[in-house]
């Protein structure tokens, strides 16, 4: 993908973004109960062109983040940016020229089509939505668009059930594609496809972002994927970013434990590699964001976590020996060459253990 | 996993062998394939044709007017009775159902009461299906105070004793000097079907909107930047079709067995005019005798609700296959009976239909 890397322009900055989700209760008269903690203080920059990536496992906020960054949820506070222009605050009519120029993928490409409405109109909506054109026009804009994602232009007024996943979802690019934006919101486009599938979006998002020169804040939890599109990845757990880093950084000398255990658990293609590979087990559970822990928010499941940990809250900061693209927040991050240990097995021990007998040896012989 | 080696390769949409060049290729949309499923079912066709019938007949009623030479309205005693006075039975002078007590055809009335029943029976449920579902899908998509203010106002509507409302608004206009007088009879008729029907269409459509909103495809609206009206009313309208049409179906009947004991109850269609309910209303005085009195609006009545139901769970079936299969497995485990039905039942599960939206 480009190298525009770390240095670019920013075109979208979001600075220390929170979103609390009320949980209320009571039949007539609600009452706020409690609130769940979805995104805490979150701040990162997207550069004109590049892709950041945005990991981390189901529930730690990615998404909740995505909608906030594109003003689907109100804010609880903290401010988004988008080139240059604060539109956390912005009331819906006065977002509308911003959302043309930010637009949206989302991850069900079954639920994000409308059912009941032919494909050309849906591709159509963002050119009818803002008026950028009509009639024969806008009927010929379509076209063009459902060719540039590989769809056949004369299927123009076919319905979604008509179409197979991939397709709908090449729909769905053709709908945030439609009005030019220069930044789209990938909200894991695609982990509903089948893998064959999604090799063949993921290509067609990286042609469209050479050819169109887009920016792409693209949320995924399958590793692979996000090492593959991104020029920066940024990772997140319980509501808050841990570890933001270039991609090569990233992935080769993670500095924060939870990367470290993350990238441990992500799928390697040669069983070979696999088997030497150290898998780090977490224990325990991802806390409840109803309640999350005081401190560092990893710290009941660190391998690593000292008394420190459970009080005081890691910045996200440059660590000694990183680059400045490299931040990471942790009291103690894992130093080069370093093992994670504690809860850290290897996943043919672990086998073992539960097996009672060694397995991996049997199946080497 | 590699992506890099993985080229780009459109899906290869497949391409219609049997379209003919040049022709665009155009997906059937759901209403039209509801449509097909529609024709194909018996009993669909079959209410439909006694609708038909009805229909006809009310279209038809000046000709049978002019054919028979029989006037609607005005009493005829002279050729209508017998000597004695007495009504005449069905098919004695010319009379093919008889004749009521004042000499009038009653194949006439009942052919301009089809009209009055079609007439306040469609308007009254056009009229509260647009209201309804209009309130609905505010109360649903707006939710907080508006959703408030207005499911509390259908709540109130549904806990009306409507007879009453509808028996002393109906005496109240009837007076010459009220306010109702100038909308008394079928006007006041279809609003008062109305103001008791919406309610409950309102809520079934508040409960769909609510989940409609839900969907992912309304948060693709939202983030376009579309504005609610055209998010309700472009996006999840079409979507509320379906039910909607089928409330509707059934509305008809009930909107029509509601206008016949307006009438019957003497505060629906004033009496000259002839409607089903007046009709039954007058077979009262003297009906074991004259059985015709009563028994031929009754029959118009009975075909015209039956065909209206009928034709009302056929288009639910055609909207939505999946209750089909439903209901054919229930009908089918009625008729087979006992244990082996069920697994029966089971074991059809899989044929039927494929949904289509």
């Given at each position: 993908m480009?190298?525009?890397?770390a ?5 979208l900055?979001v ?5 609390h ?5 009571g ?5 706020e ?6 995104v ?5 920059d997207?550069?004109r062109g590049?892709t950041l990536?945005?990991?981390?496992e ?17 804010l609880t ?10 539109i956390?605050?912005l ?11 930010m637009?949206?993928?989302?991850q069900?490409?079954?639920?994000s ?9 849906i ?6 939505i803002?008026r950028v054109a009509?009639?024969?026009e806008?009927?010929q804009?379509v ?9 056949n ?6 319905f979604?059930a008509?179409?197979?996943g ?7 690019v053709?709908r945030?594609?439609?009005?030019r934006?220069?930044?789209?919101v ?5 982990s509903a496809?089948d ?7 993921i290509?067609l998002?990286?042609?469209l972002?050479?050819e ?8 995924a ?9 991104s020029?920066?990845?940024?990772v997140?757990?319980?509501g808050?970013i841990v ?9 080769q ?8 255990a993350?990238?441990s658990?992500s799928?390697?293609?040669?069983p ?7 898998r780090?087990?977490?224990s325990?559970?991802v806390?409840?964001?109803?309640n999350?822990p005081?401190?560092?928010r ?6 690593k976590?000292?008394p420190?940990?459970?009080t005081?809250e890691?910045?996200l900061?440059?660590k000694?020996?990183d680059?400045?693209s490299?931040?990471?927040a942790?009291?103690?991050p894992m ?19 539960f097996?009672g007998?060694?397995?991996a ?5 | 996993?590699?992506l890099t080696?993985?080229q780009?390769?459109s899906?290869?949409?497949p391409?219609?062998?049997?379209a003919?060049p040049?022709?665009a290729?155009e ?12 024709r194909?079912?018996?009993?669909a ?8 019938f ?7 009623a ?17 050729t209508?009775?017998?000597i004695t006075?007495?009504?005449?039975g069905?098919?004695?002078g010319?009379f093919?159902l008889g004749?009521d007590?004042?000499?009038?055809d ?6 301009y009461?089809a ?6 029976g469609?308007l009254a ?7 309804g579902t209009?309130?609905?899908?505010l109360a649903?998509?707006f939710?907080?105070?508006i ?6 106002m ?11 409302l ?7 206009a009837?007076e ?7 909308i008394?009879?079928i006007p006041l008729?279809i609003l008062?079907i ?6 409950a269409i ?9 989940s409609?909103k839900e969907?992912?495809y309304?948060?693709?609206?939202h983030?376009m930047?579309?504005?609610n ?9 079409p979507n509320?079709v379906a039910?909607?049409i089928?409330?509707?179906t059934?509305?008809i009947?009930t909107?029509i067995v509601f206008?016949?004991?307006l009438?019957f ?6 009496p000259?005019k ?10 009262q005085?003297?009906g074991?005798?004259?059985?015709w009195?009563?028994?031929?609006p009754s ?5 015209t609700t ?26 089918k485990?009625r ?5 082996a039905a069920?697994?029966?039942a ?12």
């Open positions: 480009t190298e525009a890397g240095d670019g322009e920013v075109l900055r600075e220390n973004l929170v979103k989700f009320p949980v209320k209760q039949v007539f008269f609600k009452r109960v409690g609130s769940v903690s979805a805490e203080d979150v701040s990162l997207v550069h590049e990536g945005l990991v981390g189901t529930g730690c906020g990615k998404s909740t983040l995505a909608r906030c960054v594109t003003r689907l949820y109100p506070s903290g401010n988004v940016r988008f080139d240059g222009a604060d956390s605050r009331p819906r009519r006065h977002l509308r020229p911003y959302r043309r120029r637009q949206m993928i989302f069900d490409p079954y639920g089509l409308n059912p009941r409405r032919r494909v050309g109109s591709i159509a909506d963002p050119l009818t803002h009509s009639g024969a806008r009927k804009r076209q063009e668009l459902m060719e540039v994602v590989g769809l232009p004369e299927h123009y007024n076919r979604p008509e179409f197979s991939g397709q709908r979802q090449r729909i769905g053709a945030a594609l439609a009005l934006p220069s930044l789209i990938c909200d894991e486009p695609v496809l893998v064959s599938i999604q090799a063949q979006i290509n998002l990286e042609d972002q050479a169109f020169g887009l920016t792409y804040l693209f949320i939890h399958n590793l692979s994927v996000v090492e593959h599109v020029d920066r990845v940024a997140m757990y319980l808050k570890e933001i880093a270039t991609v090569k950084d990233l992935y000398s993670p500095r924060h434990p939870y990367t470290v993350l990238l658990a799928v390697v293609a040669d070979e590699k696999a088997r030497s590979t150290n780090v087990v977490l325990g559970e806390p409840s964001p109803l999350p005081a401190g560092c990893f710290h009941p499941r660190c391998p976590a000292q420190i940990c459970t005081v890691p910045p900061e440059v000694a020996g680059p400045a490299h931040l990471t942790c009291h103690f130093q080069p060459g370093e093992r994670l240990r504690g809860a850290a097995l290897k996943i043919h021990e672990a086998l073992e253990e097996v007998e060694p397995v040896e049997e199946r080497r012989a | 996993m590699t080696t993985v780009t390769v899906e290869g949409p391409v219609e062998a049997g003919p040049g022709q290729i997906g059937r949309s759901p209403l039209r394939l509801a449509l097909a499923r529609l194909s079912d018996r009993v066709l079959l209410s439909a044709g006694m609708i038909v009805v229909a006809l007949l009310a279209i038809c000046p000709l049978i007017e002019a054919v028979t030479g029989h006037n609607a309205i005005a009493s005829n005693i002279a209508g009775t017998d006075g007495q009504p005449l069905p098919g004695v010319g093919l004749t007590n004042l000499g009038r009653i194949l006439v009335r009942i052919a009461g009209q009055i029943s079609l007439l306040v469609v449920t056009i009229l509260a299906t647009v209201v209009v309130v609905g899908m649903g998509y939710g907080g105070w959703d408030a203010i207005l499911a509390r259908m709540d109130t509507v549904l806990a009306f004793p409507y007879l009453l509808a028996l002393a608004l109906g005496s109240v009837a010459p000097g009220s306010r109702l007088h100038a008394a009879g008729t008062v109305a103001f008791f029907s919406w309610a309102g809520r079934i459509v508040r409960g769909q909107t609510l409609q969907k992912e309304v948060e693709a609206a983030a930047g579309a504005g009206l055209r998010i309700l009313f472009i996006d999840i309208l509320l039910p909607v089928v409330l509707g059934l509305l009947p909107a206008e016949s004991s009438s109850l003497g505060v629906g269609v004033p000259p002839p409607s089903w309910g007046n009709m039954l209303s007058d077979a005085t003297s074991f005798q004259a059985w009195f009563w028994i031929f029959l118009a009545l009975l075909i039956l065909g209206f139901n009928l034709l009302g769970d056929s288009v639910r079936d055609a909207l939505d296959p999946r209750t089909e299969r439903i209901f054919a497995m229930r009908r485990a008729f087979v009976g006992g244990a069920s697994g029966e089971a074991a059809g599960k899989p044929d039927g239909e494929v949904e289509a939206g």
